[in-house]
């Protein structure tokens, strides 16, 4: 009895590690479509004398400095962070959704 109690545990616990496992990779591949949507249109011919006129642009870039001061990349996110991810994570879903 206790053998198949300790097997039904170790079932479900593996169960919850693989949902969490597959949710994990799946945040990521969202990030990574992201990220590789967003180089794609830097390069883009209608925006590219834009970005290079931005990234000439010292007022933007301390600016742009001063917002990504308040991001984090560790473990404990603040609130402000966590908003962002998610915004990055329901973006990179629509557009994996939209380009698949």
């Given at each position: 009895m206790r053998i198949f109690l300790?097997?039904?545990?170790?079932?479900?616990?593996s169960t919850k590690v693989a949902?969490?496992?597959?949710?994990?990779?799946?945040?990521?591949m969202y990030i990574a479509t992201?990220?590789?949507?967003?180089n794609y249109k830097i390069n883009d011919e209608e925006n590219l004398s834009?970005?290079?006129d931005l990234r000439q642009n010292l007022r933007f870039n301390q600016r742009?400095?001063?917002?990504l001061d308040k991001l984090k990349n560790t473990r404990t996110k603040n609130s402000t962070n966590k908003k962002v991810y998610n915004i990055l994570l329901?973006?990179?879903?629509?557009?994996?959704?939209e380009l698949d």
């Open positions: 300790v097997l039904l545990l170790s079932i479900f616990f949902n969490a496992q597959y949710t994990s990779q799946k945040d990521a992201l990220k590789a949507v967003v834009d970005i290079e742009l400095q001063k917002m329901k973006a990179g879903e629509e557009i994996y959704k």
